[in-house]
């Protein structure tokens, strides 16, 4: 693995800066769903196997059809509960209850401080995004944040990867991707971006073939000293072990 230091990294949100999809986006579906007066409720099991359907407007159109609205009338009603929904995410991100994931802003610092540009690249809806970015990592810390409402199709497709390295004017080779998912890497890999995988407790046991390499946490992360990026810690020997 190369130890060169990277033009930018470029970054997934959900799932990978913040734990956002168990106790953040899944109560927030479940609220607009009883808000309309619908009787569907997404547990934590089903949840985690409705995130193979990237973008929350997708997710609920699908499991609408599943559950047997027919297709017109399961995306109409999709974009209904999705905006209720987006509104509610809006209102957490506001109330401070989504946290950075441990370890998080010490690596966004450490590659900050090493002259690494930092960008995003997400599937998540702008309203809640940008003000979720300000809120934990402040103003400018990102040159570039490409979410979902600014392409056409999500991940896996490459798309948020290929408009991020668009608006950074960098080469795919010049920068790489941090993913929680299977989708993610795959996205990321599609545009030509290597690609850390960075695990939680929804992705643990996806398939991750084609990553630079695969963590538990951002502290295994930091404290490989094979890191395939610049990492100060390894300078320090701060970090817990693996
Ligand atoms: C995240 C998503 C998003 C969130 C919900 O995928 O798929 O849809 O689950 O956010 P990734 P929205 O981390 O791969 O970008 O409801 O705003 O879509
Ligand atoms: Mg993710």
Redesign the pocket.
């Known amino acids: 693995m190369s130890r060169e230091p990277c033009a930018a990294v470029v970054f ?5 800066l913040v734990d956002s ?1 168990r106790d953040g ?1 899944r109560p927030m579906f479940n609220a607009a769903f009883a808000a309309a007066g619908l009787p569907y409720r997404w547990d934590v099991e089903e949840y985690g196997r409705l ?1 193979a359907i ?4 997708r ?1 609920l159109a699908a499991y609408l059809e599943s559950r047997g609205h027919d297709a017109r009338e399961a995306a109409d009603l999709a974009a209904r509960l ?1 905006r209720d ?2 509104e509610r ?1 809006r209102d957490l991100v506001a109330s401070g209850e989504i946290a950075a994931r441990p370890g998080a802003r010490e690596l966004l610092r450490e590659l900050a401080s090493l002259g690494t540009t930092l960008a995003v690249a ?4 702008r309203d ?1 995004v940008e003000p979720l970015l300000r809120r934990l990592f402040g103003e400018d810390l990102f040159e570039v944040v490409v979410t ?1 409402s600014d392409v056409h199709t ?2 896996p497709d490459p798309a948020a990867y290929v408009e991020a390295l668009n608006r950074l004017g960098l080469p795919a080779s010049h920068a790489m991707a941090v ?3 299977g ?2 890497l795959r ?1 990321a890999v599609a545009a030509g971006l290597r690609c850390v995988v960075v695990t939680n407790d929804y992705t643990r046991h996806e398939d991750f073939t084609g990553a630079a390499a695969v963590y538990r946490g951002f502290a295994a992360w930091r404290a490989d000293p094979a890191a395939p990026l610049p990492v100060g810690s390894r300078a320090t020997g701060q970090g817990p072990s693996r």
């Open positions: 997934d949100v959900d799932g990978t999809e986006h995130l990237t973008g929350g407007r997710r999705h929904k987006t995410m997400t599937t998540g809806t809640w979902g999500l991940k993913e929680d998912s989708n993610g996205a």
